[in-house]
């Protein structure tokens, strides 16, 4: 059963701005935190922005300031808005139910989607 579905990455060059879209499925969207993962090649999966029911968020450093987190509670979606994108950001971008454990954002869902790929051209 398909719970987790990306959409929206692209190829985009340095300083341009792209907006992913994740639905998920009500049970999943239920859980209070909402988030966004991402994985460059040969790199470990990180965590990249929260957003909790209420609409507090909290981003990685790397990317605050230039990224915007946000949900509709209606539709079961949390977007991911990246503004003064950088090759840096250049990854599969996933999203996930999130739990904060022990000062970590973990994420709930071990199936994940299939992910939305953003590449980023110097």
């Known amino acids: 059963q398909v719970q987790l579905v990306e959409s929206g990455g692209g190829l985009v060059q340095a300083g341009g701005s792209l907006r992913l879209s994740c639905v998920a499925s009500?049970?999943?969207?239920?859980?209070?935190?909402m988030g966004w993962y991402r994985q460059a090649p040969g790199k470990q999966r990180e965590w990249v922005a929260v957003?909790?029911?209420?609409?507090?968020?909290d981003y990685a450093d790397s990317v605050k300031g230039r990224f915007t987190i946000s949900r509709d509670n209606a539709k079961n979606t949390v977007y991911l808005q990246m503004n003064s994108l950088k090759p840096e950001d250049t990854a599969v971008y996933y999203c996930?139910?999130?739990?904060?454990?022990?000062?970590?954002?973990?994420?709930?869902?071990?199936?994940w989607g299939q992910g939305t790929q953003v590449t980023v051209s110097s």
């Open positions: 957003i909790t029911s209420s609409g507090s968020t």
């Open positions: 996930n139910a999130v739990r904060l454990i022990s000062g970590y954002y973990r994420p709930v869902v071990g199936d």
């Open positions: 009500e049970t999943i969207f239920s859980i209070a935190r």
